[in-house]
């Protein structure tokens, strides 16, 4: 796929509806573009912190393997000692020398079949890779909220303007990062929707309050309420990964999260943590994890309502070929898309799904299937996405954004029309790069935004919208594009990529009147390739 294609990062955080910068005066640019440069900087010393941190981490571990190796070793000494095991013997010898054979044939035996135990027992190349992510992805976590608490506090406890606008943005980080750490571990959906949604409305709220400031807007006593209060709510969610981590003992296993049994601290300790929501505050702005998006009027469901019954057929049906076995109902979510939750068995794995009770769309899918090592190609995966796409009934998407992270594609695909990117009807779809196999699809900014549009004619023209970007940009493709602002607007925009001083740059012109909307800078990170 060719580079110009690679349209805007996390690209729901157009798609989704974040808030846009509006044309500003010569001061507040140079403020900007200050902030920027610092902002750039403050990442790069984010990934270097991170980096150190999971080194030590790694290093204690390997510390604690050793010193629980040698215990072990010492104990088996010791018990050899104790059965007879010494090289001296008061019993006299035997002279016939088929005795010995025998011993050393049963010793021989003995070793062999030990050996083969051990063989049997020790863990393949293959499940420490796996063990290796979720182990890293759940200390990342840690981490990253962690680093939320104190840009949080460092938030509330300061009254200058340019050391909040930073830290909102060190917020917005640690907050996408710690969403994508979490979304690595094998959990069910259920057990950590809310805390995923707690995560993803702290990192939305701190654009909202940074796009306020940017915007010469004083924050008022509501927002300062709100945002202790979702402080106050990460505070309980750092402690609670600190108490999980302070039981788990040397020898935890990090891929027994994927057998979802009864007495796994880490799955407790997250379902325990869904309690939180029922003391959310409700917060209301225009951002893509706003509560007032609940109230939304979902314009992409059509039809009549389906049963429960329906609901694990037509799951049966659109993932007939990954041969799901133990198809079964598991309740009910209500959220701004009411939907039937259907679980099965793909391959000895758990595969989660969303059916929405009107029309029955598939809203979310999740297989919780491994991938090892990158096998296929970018292009290639691009292609199984949207063949899968098709075969759900859904056309004219294209890709606008691709991700290589864990062995895993991630690709945006946006709907495509009249020559217009749409934004707003956005479908991401997870591709292992191992197997080339669907593992997740995520759809509710598709279903919620999708209708047939008619979109105007721009009013001036690509040249007129060039010369109101900096000249010194060079210009690599250029294609008109629909993006959301706020909750309910959208703007065509002229969407300019190019490359500036070594670095690749997203702009958003209005194509009415010239005005910029919006710019992202892509940044090379441990997590993929970001816009910021």
Wanted: net charge negative; with cysteine.
């Amino acid at each position: 796929m060719e580079q110009k294609n690679n349209a805007v990062e996390k690209v729901e955080n157009i798609a989704n509806g974040t808030p846009f910068l509006e044309e500003q005066s010569e001061k507040e640019k140079e403020l900007s573009q200050k902030i920027q440069t610092e902002n750039a900087m403050r990442l790069h010393r984010l990934e270097v912190a991170r980096l150190k941190a999971q080194k030590k981490a790694q290093r204690q571990q390997a510390k604690r393997l050793k010193k629980q190796r040698e215990k072990e070793e010492r104990q088996n000494q010791h018990a050899y000692s104790d059965d007879g095991g010494s090289t001296q013997s008061n019993k006299p010898q035997n002279k016939n020398g088929w005795l010995a054979a025998v011993i050393s044939l049963s010793i021989a035996t003995i070793v062999l079949a030990c050996s083969l135990i051990v063989t049997l027992l020790l863990p393949t190349k293959s499940d420490r890779a796996i063990e290796s992510v979720y182990s890293k992805s759940f200390y990342d976590t840690v981490e990253q909220v962690d680093n939320m608490d104190l840009n949080l506090s460092k938030t509330l406890a300061t009254s200058d303007k340019g050391a909040m606008q930073l830290y909102l943005t060190d917020l917005a980080i640690n907050s996408e990062l710690a969403e994508n750490d979490i979304q690595q571990l094998p959990l069910e959906d259920q057990s950590k929707y809310y805390t995923t949604k707690l995560i993803n409305q702290i990192g939305d709220f701190a654009k909202y309050l940074n796009k306020k400031l940017i915007d010469g807007q004083p924050l008022s006593e509501k927002d300062y309420q709100d945002l202790r209060t979702l402080y106050e709510h990460n505070l309980q969610l750092k402690q609670s990964l600190k108490e999980t981590l302070d039981k788990m003992t040397i020898d935890f296993n990090f891929s027994s999260i994927e057998e979802g049994g009864n007495g796994n601290l880490v799955i407790e300790n997250f379902n325990k943590l869904q309690n939180l929501s029922v003391e959310y505050p409700e917060l209301i702005y225009d951002g893509p994890f706003s509560d007032g998006l609940d109230r939304k009027e979902i314009k992409g469901l059509v039809g009549e309502e389906i049963s429960g019954e329906q609901a694990t057929e037509i799951f049966r049906s659109a993932f007939a070929s990954f041969n799901p076995k133990e198809i079964t109902l598991a309740g009910e979510t209500s959220s701004s898309i009411q939907c039937f939750n259907v679980q099965a068995k793909i391959n000895d794995q758990t595969a989660y799904a969303q059916i929405s009770k009107k029309g029955g769309k598939i809203i979310m899918f999740s297989y919780s299937g491994s991938c090892n090592g990158v096998e296929i190609s970018q292009e290639n995966a691009i292609s199984i996405g949207e063949k899968f796409l098709k075969e759900l009934g859904i056309t004219d998407m294209k890709p606008v954004w691709v991700n290589l992270a864990n062995d895993l594609y991630t690709i945006n695909y946006a709907y495509f029309t009249q020559g217009v990117t749409v934004y707003s009807d956005l479908i991401k779809v997870r591709v292992c790069a191992q197997t080339g196999m669907v593992i997740g699809i995520e759809a509710s900014s598709y279903y919620t935004n999708h209708v047939q549009r008619v979109i105007n004619i721009p009013s001036i023209t690509k040249t007129y919208a060039q010369n109101n970007l900096n000249q010194n940009i060079t210009i690599k493709s250029v294609r008109l594009s629909l993006v959301p602002v706020g909750n309910s607007t959208e703007k065509l925009c002229y969407e300019f990529y190019g490359e500036y001083d070594g670095s690749d740059y997203y702009v958003y012109i209005d194509a009415t009147n010239g005005k910029q909307v919006e710019m992202f800078k892509v940044i090379e990170s441990t997590e993929g390739t970001l816009l910021m």
